[in-house]
């Protein structure tokens, strides 16, 4: 069977749209889906390790409940084939990305169609991921906002206008705080602090997305929730670190200017240790 994919030297992916595989470049999205009009969907990316999507269980339902808490019910997402996809086409290490959006019709009018995209991307391991910038600002969460706890794919205000704003101050990831003052989570990360041998991570009720890596953690007792943590806090702590399906445990260089250790944070190798020793022996925990 021929490959259909990206033919640059560098850079491999496959695409999948309601469960054909397509050309990545193809123009396939229907001018009036609501996905690209009005950013009306969710989406999921697991890491791929050793060809397996890791922690595919845990990603499928918290896809489940997003899909059901914005009407979209009627998606059928591949599942079997999206398992198997790395391997089929020798892809060892990657990213596997699902979005689902609300497909062809006005705003207003009932789903019944939704539009089910797969990608899949290799992905270079080889070198580390960077220890990250981080800067905390007045753009803050609202934890009552509709959409709380889901990964959404309206992403010009939550994502890419506050990384802008992060990067202007020479950051590469942006902390959101609550309303309250406390902090909630990264734009794509989830947010872990160390203060005197304490490792916590803000609960729910912060509004942050109930991420997977962050969910292992807590479960393996490594990290404990906590109600309020602010960025006075952040600043002065031991370390703090970043959790992401993909990027697994990222170590943090500086908050707000404070240096942290990065990668020689000694809770940051044993939750990177713990990640990686997952990752290799249980691919579906």
Sequence with gaps: MA???????????????????VDPGDPLVAANDRGLLSGDGVYTTMGVFGGVPFAISRHRRRLRESLAHLGLDAAEVPWDRLAGLPREFGVADGRLRITVTAGPGAPADPVTRPTVFATLTEVDRSTPTPAMAVVTGGHPRDPERFDAGHKTIAGAGNTRAVLAWARRRGATEYLYPTPDGGLSEGTTTNLVVVTNGEVATPDLRTGCLPGITRRLLLEAGLVVETDHLDPDHACEADEVILTSSVRG????????????????????????????DLQATNPDP
């Design 3 to 21: 490959t259909v994919g990206d033919p640059s030297p560098r850079v491999r992916s496959w695409v999948l749209v309601d469960g054909g595989l």
């Design 249 to 276: 445990v990222i170590p943090v260089a500086s908050v707000d200017g404070h240096p942290m250790p990065g990668r020689d944070g000694p809770v940051w190798r044993r939750l990177h240790a713990f990640l990686a």
